[in-house]
């Protein structure tokens, strides 16, 4: 604006920009190289038999790959949860060092087309089976968890709740005006790291954000022992590799989505491991040839 009246100056300046679409209560940007990809047709954000609303939760202190290996690890909830599980109506804790683990029977993790399905068989019969959609997305029953990177070191967590109509009628949302919700913090005092802060540890999530923000900023691996429930941890950093590698190949990785009439993406039956592992070889295929 200082420039005089009649410079051209403003045609030789730009300032960055990205495309945004609002979708589901929220603002979607796209950082990555043209062309844009479409956001993903997921069930629990597509269904249109029910309502929606957006729970943000306090920023996360640590980076986005920590609560994501969470997410495939499904025994950490018999220990650092049991007291929860109690509260709500489960056994009593006879053990506060194994928590609920001998309760159960078997954990199973395979690789689907959304990423990674994840299974715990308890001895009494029930099944507690839920995908992690690959890079950064947990859903768990009618809640889909988005684990957005701010930077290395800080994560925003988004919640996408959906409650489905009870005698399964349409319903008209409005996406600008969904229900939010913002989270009061889990810790204090809010800005400072471990072991400086006091954590809450009242319910699931601040136990979890707890777990997460105490492996450091950025989790020093080099000196984990990784044991046997740790399989979907494994699993999970084979898939990213893989996926990176792809993409450095020029090979789009799973869940980039072109096509904006693709029908719904069912999360919680997607293709299983051999099918998929068959799409994949198909993809490889044609990669080579282009």
Not at 10 to 24: D, E, G, S, W
Not at 137 to 144: E, K, V
């Given at each position: 604006?200082?420039?005089?009246?009649?410079?051209?100056?403003?045609?030789?300046?730009?300032?960055?920009?990205?495309?945004?679409?609002?979708?589901?209560?929220?603002?979607?940007?796209?950082?990555?190289?043209?062309?844009?990809p479409?956001?993903?047709?997921?069930?629990?954000?597509?269904?249109?038999?029910?309502?929606?609303?957006?729970?943000?939760?306090?920023?996360?202190?640590?980076n986005?790959?920590?609560?994501?290996?969470?997410?495939?690890?499904?025994?950490?909830?018999?220990?650092?949860?049991?007291?929860v599980?109690?509260?709500?109506?489960?056994?009593?804790?006879?053990n506060?060092?194994?928590?609920?683990?001998?309760?159960?029977?078997?954990?199973?993790?395979?690789?689907?087309?959304?990423?990674?399905?994840?299974?715990?068989?308890?001895?009494?019969?029930?099944?507690?089976?839920?995908?992690?959609?690959?890079?950064?997305i947990?859903?768990?029953?009618?809640?889909?968890?988005?684990?957005?990177?701010?930077?290395?070191?800080?994560?925003?967590?988004?919640?996408?709740?959906?409650?489905?109509?009870?005698?399964?009628?349409?319903?008209?949302?409005?996406?600008?005006?969904?229900?939010?919700?913002?989270?009061?913090?889990?810790?204090?005092?809010?800005?400072?790291?471990?072991?400086?802060?006091?954590?809450?540890?009242?319910?699931?999530?601040?136990?979890?954000?707890?777990?997460?923000?105490?492996?450091?900023?950025?989790a020093?691996?080099?000196n984990?022992?990784?044991?046997?429930?740790?399989?979907?941890?494994?699993?999970?950093?084979?898939?990213?590799?893989?996926?990176?590698?792809?993409?450095?190949?020029?090979?789009?990785?799973?869940?980039?989505?072109?096509?904006?009439?693709?029908?719904?993406?069912?999360?919680?039956?997607?293709?299983?491991?051999?099918?998929?592992?068959?799409?994949?070889?198909?993809?490889?295929?044609?990669?080579?040839?282009?």
């Amino acid at each position: 604006p200082a420039e005089p009246a009649d410079s051209k100056l403003y045609l030789t300046v730009k300032h960055t920009a990205y495309p945004v679409r609002q979708f589901i209560g929220l603002y979607w940007a796209y950082l990555g190289p043209e062309p844009v990809p479409e956001i993903p047709p997921y069930d629990l954000w597509v269904r249109q038999d029910g309502r929606r609303s957006v729970h943000v939760q306090p920023r996360l202190d640590c980076n986005w790959l920590q609560p994501m290996e969470n997410s495939v690890d499904p025994s950490h909830s018999r220990v650092l949860h049991a007291d929860v599980v109690m509260r709500r109506g489960g056994p009593p804790l006879a053990n506060t060092t194994r928590g609920l683990t001998d309760d159960v029977e078997y954990f199973e993790f395979s690789e689907v087309s959304v990423g990674i399905m994840k299974k715990r068989v308890s001895k009494n019969g029930h099944v507690d089976e839920h995908p992690l959609v690959f890079p950064n997305i947990l859903r768990h029953g009618n809640d889909t968890q988005i684990r957005v990177p701010i930077d290395d070191t800080h994560t925003q967590v988004f919640f996408v709740h959906f409650v489905p109509n009870p005698d399964g009628s349409l319903t008209e949302e409005d996406e600008s005006v969904l229900p939010v919700t913002y989270f009061e913090h889990y810790k204090a005092p809010v800005s400072e790291l471990h072991p400086f802060t006091h954590f809450t540890m009242h319910d699931v999530q601040p136990q979890d954000h707890m777990a997460w923000e105490t492996q450091g900023p950025i989790a020093t691996r080099a000196n984990e022992r990784l044991a046997t429930a740790d399989r979907g941890i494994v699993m999970l950093r084979e898939m990213l590799k893989r996926e990176i590698e792809k993409v450095q190949a020029g090979i789009e990785p799973i869940n980039v989505y072109r096509d904006p009439s693709r029908p719904t993406v069912d999360t919680n039956h997607s293709v299983q491991m051999g099918e998929w592992a068959e799409i994949n070889r198909g993809r490889g295929r044609a990669a080579a040839q282009v």
